[in-house]
């Protein structure tokens, strides 16, 4: 009964190929983001998805391509992976958009991400 | 641009101390600001916010302190355990509330 889950916690793959990660929230929250967390811990936006409508795409390659089939899912495909898409992907959502007092952002437990 | 800075990048302390962090941030217009404790391995999970009509905030050992004038905001514990061990995040929401951004976190560490 995870509120925020994301699938596979590990993901090991060569420089190249395609992998996707997926996201699903049971709290009925309406907005829904990709974050970025490099090795020196630093926590970057990459996506938001407020019922399903992007709103927030930062400079991201566009080799990453977030997919929100509704509200409660928000999924991100990443092309021909490389060395420095290394990463933890952590999925969030919040009730509405999340900079708000009344809209916290509750994280899921990660996604390790590993390019060789 | 969008910044949040986020002073000192480690901190340690002996348990009992008091612990402080420091955020500032650029936008005179941001009026949410978080703060996320991450433990080794897992999520960054909320454990205080203000907003901007507010100066100060209280939970029992922890504390957020805002000048708006100044942008500046500051995390407190006091009488730390060692199980406040973990990587601070101060945050502030930019784009009219649309996203948060993150500061680059604080290593706490809590010596017993």
């Known amino acids: 009964d995870t509120a925020v889950s994301q699938t596979p916690k590990y993901l090991v793959t060569q420089m190249g190929n395609d992998k996707s990660i997926k996201c699903e929230q049971n709290l009925g929250h309406d907005t829904m983001y990709w974050y970025k967390q490099d090795s020196k811990k630093f926590l970057k936006i990459m996506f938001s998805y407020n019922n399903k409508e992007l709103i927030i795409n930062e400079t991201v390659p566009n080799r990453f391509s977030p997919k929100s089939p509704d509200k409660a899912h928000l999924n991100l495909h990443i092309n021909s992976l490389e060395l420095g898409d290394s990463a933890v992907y952590f999925c969030?959502?919040?009730?509405?958009?999340?900079?708000?007092?009344?809209?916290?952002?509750?994280f899921g437990n990660g996604t390790r991400l590993t390019v060789t | 641009g969008e910044n949040v800075e986020q002073h000192p990048s480690t901190l340690s302390v002996q348990e009992g101390d008091s612990a402080v962090i420091k955020c500032t941030y650029s936008d005179s217009a941001s009026n949410y600001f978080p703060w996320y404790k991450q433990e080794l391995g897992k999520r960054p999970q909320l454990i205080i916010d203000i907003r901007s009509n507010v100066g100060e905030k209280k939970d029992q050992r922890i504390a957020v302190t805002l000048n708006k004038t100044a942008k500046h905001f500051s995390l407190h514990i006091t009488e730390t355990q060692p199980e406040d061990s973990a990587v601070y995040f101060c945050a502030a929401s930019y784009e009219y509330g649309n996203k948060l951004v993150f500061g680059a976190g604080t290593i706490l560490r809590v010596k017993s």
């Open positions: 969030a959502s919040s009730p509405s958009t999340g900079g708000s007092y009344n809209s916290p952002l509750h």
